[in-house]
């Protein structure tokens, strides 16, 4: 039986801080899938997927590539940065995979420019001890850019003179504002002149192009970037990303309306992490912390930062669920649990002996909170080499139905290791 539907959207989403393991399931999902689409975002993402122990890194393309019959989309919501474009089509051909023909990227996305990688390293400095922690990516400021009307699309590239002029006001901009720094941009001005043309057989308008597959009842995933708690308007702001993450960027970052959109798939990691500044009220400062970044190799992909590391928390994610309105969900790493013989779970904040309704949007406040656990028994066993939900350890089974049952949302994907084999899928009913 096919997971995505003919003539819809299915979407893979984060529920947590991102890095929750979402490439693999679209991986999975891609091979049946005849579109894979990115929405927001930029190659500040991240992910492997390993296919035959071989490992392929993503960052701004979509990971539909793998499948030689699935073409992959960058939508007008994402960021382009165009030499990391290329250099990461080159790196996973150089691995085996043939992009040539399947990879489109909108006419109306907006490019990233080395000077807004510049400018990203200038505000972090310029916020001193209150700084983000961003990737460095130049993925913030381009969105900047996009809001206050300044921004450059790809489409730009193609009345070089409109480009030119637009490019030298936006450096001239923010060298009022950060002083006279070191860029050259008549150089950079010459290497766009060639990445213009390189570019050209990839962009198209997107927006006509996904109605026609809509209407031709193609199936076609999308594949979220970061994760709702990195969401410009739902996360722990200011500690975010510059995008919607949330399953509203869907729709404004591909041109689709919400009645296209027929499963959301929400990724849970069984422990919870994140990168870089910001509250995290079930984060473990302890040996569990260092067990779950050590086992679980909690490094960045993009970054190489180590990733700070907790209990999983079902607050966060009953609040994920809240606003993209999961229809099931993957959840990742449950092997990395497996030699802990107590698990706790996050499912409640008490503040002042109060119990909080939801996540809060005041940092001040969640700083304060009291985090309420509960304690369930683990299952000891190594796991990564089961292939169905019957042979887990009774444990486990228990461990997934808490989610289940917390959430009101099914499990329907359970990851116990790397591999793109070592995904079990467990029957759903609606």
Request: aromatic share 8%; net charge neutral; hydrophobic share 35%.
């Amino acid at each position: 039986m096919s997971i995505l539907q003919k003539g819809r959207l299915s979407v893979v989403l984060g529920a947590q801080w991102g890095d929750e393991g979402k490439g693999k399931l679209s991986d999975i999902l891609c091979a049946e899938a005849e579109v894979c689409a990115r929405c927001q975002g930029g190659n500040n993402a991240g992910h492997t997927i390993v296919v035959n122990e071989k490992k392929y890194d993503f960052h701004m393309l979509p990971s539909g590539l793998i499948n030689p019959n699935c073409v992959s989309l960058v939508g007008n919501g994402v960021v382009v940065h165009l030499p990391s474009f290329f250099e990461e089509k080159a790196k996973l051909e150089a691995k085996g995979l043939d992009c040539e023909g399947r990879l489109l990227v909108s006419d109306r996305a907006h490019l990233v420019f080395d000077l807004h990688q510049k400018v990203d390293g200038l505000k972090e400095i310029e916020l001193g001890r209150g700084s983000i922690g961003t990737t460095g990516k130049g993925i913030g400021p381009t969105y900047s850019t996009k809001a206050d009307r300044s921004g450059i699309r790809v489409h730009h590239l193609y009345d070089f003179p409109e480009f030119t002029a637009r490019f030298k006001s936006l450096v001239e901009n923010y060298r009022k504002r950060f002083g006279n720094f070191d860029y050259d941009v008549e150089a950079e001005l010459v290497r766009y002149k060639e990445l213009a043309e390189r570019v050209r057989p990839y962009v198209i308008d997107t927006i006509p192009y996904l109605h026609e597959q809509i209407k031709a009842g193609k199936r076609i995933l999308v594949e979220g970037a970061n994760a709702l708690m990195l969401d410009i308007d739902f996360g722990t702001y200011p500690y975010v990303t510059s995008s919607n993450t949330s399953l509203g960027g869907v729709c404004t970052g591909l041109g689709v309306p919400a009645n296209k959109i027929s499963t959301v798939i929400g990724v849970v990691k069984a422990y919870c992490t994140r990168v870089g500044g910001g509250p995290f009220p079930s984060e473990q400062l302890n040996d569990i912390g260092e067990y779950l970044q050590r086992v679980g190799f909690e490094v960045g992909v993009t970054t190489g930062r180590k990733r700070r590391c907790g209990w999983l928390d079902l607050v966060v994610v009953k609040y994920s669920h809240m606003i993209n309105g999961y229809t099931s969900l993957n959840l990742t790493k449950l092997d990395i649990l497996d030699q802990l013989p107590k698990i706790q779970v996050a499912v409640a904040y008490h503040l002042n002996g109060k119990k909080l309704e939801s996540f809060p949007a005041d940092l001040e406040l969640l700083s304060k909170v009291e985090v309420e656990y509960v304690e369930l028994d683990g299952w000891m066993t190594d796991i990564s080499k089961i292939t169905k939900y019957e042979d887990l350890p009774e444990n486990a089974k228990k461990y997934i139905a808490f989610i289940e049952k917390e959430l009101d949302v099914p499990v329907e994907w359970i990851g116990v290791g790397p591999g793109r084999e070592a995904m079990i899928h467990k029957a759903v009913t609606n």
